[in-house]
């Protein structure tokens, strides 16, 4: 049983940054992939970037340049820093897990990112 807990958004003006953080707690030796999709008024959820355990990174187009993803083993915690942020990025976003390869998402319950002037 893993367990996700989001944290770090809030309100940003536009070109400004956040910082989101994702905490994974429970017995477990190691996560295959964990990762961010998020869900944009008007829009059903997306993906936004995966970590996968030992390293590789995958990012949607919309987020490659802006958005970075990095994973802290030792805390067990995958962050997403997020630069040079619009309206268009205001939604709700939602960590992930994916415990082995093909099992079923653990997700988070979601943290609010509002763009706005």
């Known amino acids: 049983q893993v367990q996700l807990m989001e944290s770090g958004g809030g309100l940003v003006q536009p070109g400004g940054s956040l910082r989101l953080s994702c905490l994974a707690s429970?017995?477990?030796?190691?996560?295959?992939?964990m990762g961010w999709y998020r869900q944009v008024p008007g829009k059903q959820r997306e993906l936004v970037a995966i970590?996968?355990?030992?390293?590789?990174?995958h990012y949607e187009d919309f987020a490659r340049g802006r958005f970075g993803i990095a994973r802290d083993n030792a805390k067990d915690t995958v962050v997403l820093q997020m630069d040079n942020l619009g309206p268009e990025d205001t939604g709700i976003y939602y960590c992930y897990t994916e415990p082995k390869f093909g099992a079923t998402r653990i997700w988070g319950q979601g943290t609010q990112v509002t763009v706005s002037s």
């Open positions: 970590s996968y355990d030992g390293g590789g990174v």
């Open positions: 429970g017995r477990f030796f190691r996560l295959f992939a």
